[in-house]
């Protein structure tokens, strides 16, 4: 079993910058094993993704919402992974958590169902 702790969360004006961070549960060896996102979800509405990196190509993933202003990165040495939050909107308050999974090869890393372990969520508001 794998814990997830996000923080970093709050409140922000228009424009602002946050940085989430979610620690997890794990050896550093297994966590540079995970492929790791970051999802979101606003009151009344399914939750979606926001960014991810997919272990076995390295390469990230940004949903078009948060292209070029979110920016997902991770630290193995603390086990850490983050998502910088630039210039944000209205739009992206929503409770934002962590998620890991250890699937491998490679596939979608967009969907929830993928993911194997999720944090408890930070909420993230922007005000306008």
């Known amino acids: 079993q794998v814990q997830l702790v996000e923080s970093g969360g709050g409140l922000v004006q228009a424009g602002g910058s946050l940085r989430l961070s979610c620690v997890a549960s794990?050896?550093?060896?297994?966590?540079?094993?995970?492929?790791m996102g970051w999802f979101r979800q606003a009151p009344g509405k399914e939750r979606e993704f926001v960014a991810a990196?997919?272990?076995?190509?390295?390469?990230?993933h940004y949903a078009d919402s948060v292209k070029g202003r979110f920016t997902i990165s991770d630290d193995n040495a603390k086990n850490t992974m983050y998502l910088q939050m630039n210039s944000l909107e209205p739009e992206d308050t929503a409770v934002y958590y962590c998620?890991?999974?250890?699937?491998?090869?490679?596939?979608?890393?967009?969907?929830?169902?993928?993911?194997?372990?999720w944090g408890q969520g930070t909420q993230v508001t922007v005000s306008s």
């Open positions: 990196i997919l272990r076995s190509t390295s390469s990230t």
């Open positions: 998620a890991v999974t250890s699937a491998v090869g490679f596939f979608e890393p967009i969907y929830p169902k993928t993911y194997d372990y």
């Open positions: 794990t050896s550093a060896r297994t966590f540079s094993s995970y492929t």
